[in-house]
């Protein structure tokens, strides 16, 4: 869905360096979600957060994965020392409230790519 | 913890054949169901959900799923698809005040 804005859309990194991937909520929207979609597989599930609060980050990997959304500015996933593994597409979506019977509308996704 | 699986990872059609796309679930709790689809390149877009009520649920697109709970699963079914319709389609589950788990795609492939 336009409204969630995902920048950049393409990103290459070498390995050692670091992704920051930003994710703009639509209007109104203070919940978001982000999503990892590794080649050949469905999305998984990696942080949930509030304006200022993460809420659920049992899908984060324990290391080099941070996530954060200010009260003000986009949420920004983090990703230190990339490696080839991490190369897959990240989506955003965001809802209005944390509940899910709410439309979560997603994002175009940022495609990261580790060479 | 829930599951979804998709039975078929990849489904070639005719143009004006129906199709169904497969999905089953396992989830001890109460659930939300969901289909997206997903064009090459894009985000997911969402076709329809299942919330409560009436087990057969219209989405966009021509597309419909019914619930069965019973057999725990939510397939997806057109009468009569078209090229236009080529694309991934996800099927995902989410508890009550919970987050989205979605099954692995099933790549549905429409030919002329």
């Known amino acids: 869905n336009a409204g969630v804005m995902q920048n950049p859309r393409h990103l290459v990194r070498r390995r050692g360096q670091e992704a920051r991937l930003r994710c703009s909520p639509m209007k109104g929207h203070s919940h978001v979600y982000w999503y990892r979609q590794l080649p050949e597989e469905g999305l998984k599930f990696m942080v949930y957060l509030q304006k200022e609060n993460i809420i659920d980050e049992s899908g984060m990997p324990k290391e080099r994965f941070s996530a954060e959304f200010p009260k003000e500015g986009p949420s920004i996933l983090r990703i230190q020392q990339v490696v080839r593994g991490d190369s897959a597409a990240y989506f955003c979506a965001s809802s209005p409230l944390g509940e899910i019977r709410n439309t979560i509308y997603f994002g175009e996704g940022s495609w990261l790519t580790v060479v | 913890a829930q599951s979804v699986t998709q039975l078929d990872s990849q489904v070639p059609v005719f143009e004006e054949a129906p199709v169904e796309l497969r999905c089953n679930y396992s989830s001890s709790v109460s659930v939300y169901l969901f289909w997206y689809v997903q064009y090459p390149n894009q985000g997911l877009q969402l076709l329809l959900k299942?919330?409560?009520?009436?087990?057969l649920v219209k989405g966009i697109n021509g597309f419909e799923a019914e619930f069965n709970k019973s057999q725990t699963s939510f397939h997806l079914r057109k009468p009569s698809v078209h090229i236009s319709d080529t694309a991934e389609y996800f099927c995902a589950v989410a508890p009550l005040g919970g987050k989205l788990i979605f099954g692995q795609g099933t790549e549905l492939s429409v030919k002329p």
């Open positions: 299942y919330l409560s009520g009436s087990t």
